[in-house]
């Protein structure tokens, strides 16, 4: 079952930095409620391509989804990056271009928590969103570290001086610049960590931010319940039914278990999912059926993007009983071992399965 994609008409295009926009959309009319989202969440949009039809995107949000203004995806410019280079250049007001509905897991459970956000360069784009809506909905305090090349490269510099000092009692920036003090290493993520271990961490940059950052966080015994992190990927299936390229794509992963195929098929399966609050039972889940698609054949709104094993969209937390993951590009060993599964890749091998999505 292939999941509706809707035209998304450009309404601005705001020059945050010499190679970052922030493109905001008008949702078409009747399209409101797919589009309603959680602050972290991402777009997966159809970028046109002469060579394979359409390269299929994840961009991640940087608007509030509770500040009445426009949707809106900030993107910044990668090295020999197609699809980040094409909407920078030829996105503008009145242009449009294809979406799935938004998507992603990595959002606040709650938006009165006390929360550590730490991010490197486009980074910032989801803990940007997480951030304006806490600010906005939310009673926690926030401190932001925010690690960049040089002063030029910080995007929404100016909104972060705004919001410091309209929100001073709650809302601490720390910049991070490399051309000033070089790359932040593990001693010093964790030193300035340290003091705000009890907190929500939220985690989004390039590979070697995002590495030396979770080492800090397992260092001070973040418990993984409260360790969010976004991670870079190649995103190489099409949600769209279009060819699709493969390329940097931006998606945000909680955690999961082993993957690979079961040896035997079980029969009929007994399912629990907890979901937005609801608990979904069921007593026949078909072996050959991925998770996802009996909970989508039972009418159950189950998150998902790219449908391939590619993003973590999907990701659910096994609480009880085992599945195997015909294909896993995401998970690493330390979610598999904290139990997070892929849904749409997951099939029963114990006779029932209990999960959440959070």
């Given at each position: 079952m292939d999941i509706d994609s809707f035209d998304l008409e450009v309404v601005d295009v705001v020059e945050e930095t010499a190679d970052a926009r922030s493109i905001s959309f008008r949702v078409p009319e009747g399209a409101e409620e797919h589009f309603r989202y959680k602050p972290g969440q991402f777009l997966t949009l159809a970028v046109p391509s002469e060579r394979t039809g359409v390269a299929a995107r994840c961009y991640s949000l940087s608007s509030s989804p509770h500040d009445d203004g426009p949707l809106t995806v900030t993107v910044k410019r990668t090295a020999d990056g197609y699809a980040s280079n094409w909407i920078c250049d030829h996105l503008r007001p009145g242009s449009t271009i294809r979406s799935l509905p938004p998507s992603g897991i990595f959002t606040p459970a709650s938006l009165d928590a006390d929360l550590l956000l730490l991010a490197g360069g486009s980074g910032v784009t989801p803990v940007m969103s997480i951030l304006r809506t806490a600010l906005a909905r939310g009673t926690g305090r926030i401190v932001l570290f925010y690690a960049n090349r040089d002063e030029r490269s910080v995007i929404f510099a100016a909104e972060l001086a705004r919001l410091a000092a309209e929100h001073h009692e709650r809302l601490q920036v720390v910049h991070w610049l490399e051309s000033v003090q070089g790359l932040p290493d593990p001693a010093q993520l964790r030193a300035f960590a340290a003091a705000y271990a009890d907190r929500d961490a939220f985690v989004c940059g390039p590979a070697p931010f995002m590495k030396a950052t979770v080492a800090a966080l397992r260092e001070l015994d973040f418990p993984r319940a409260r360790r969010h992190q976004e991670k870079f990927v190649s995103l190489g299936g099409n949600p769209f039914g279009d060819a699709v390229t493969s390329g940097p794509a931006q998606v945000e992963v909680t955690d999961t278990g082993p993957a690979g195929p079961a040896d035997e098929e079980p029969g009929p399966v007994r399912l629990e999912v907890e979901l937005d609050g609801t608990t979904h039972t069921f007593d026949d889940w078909a072996p050959g059926t991925t998770m996802l698609e009996h909970l989508e054949a039972k009418g159950v709104p189950a998150p998902f993007s790219c449908r391939e094993g590619e993003c973590s969209a999907c990701a659910?937390?096994?609480?009880?009983?085992?599945?195997?993951?015909a294909h896993n590009d995401v998970?690493?060993?330390?979610?598999?071992?904290?139990?997070?599964?892929l849904a749409c890749q997951s099939h029963p091998v114990t006779d029932s399965v209990r999960a959440t999505y959070h």
């Open positions: 659910v937390r096994l609480l009880e009983g085992e599945v195997s993951m998970l690493d060993d330390e979610d598999l071992a904290d139990g997070i599964r």
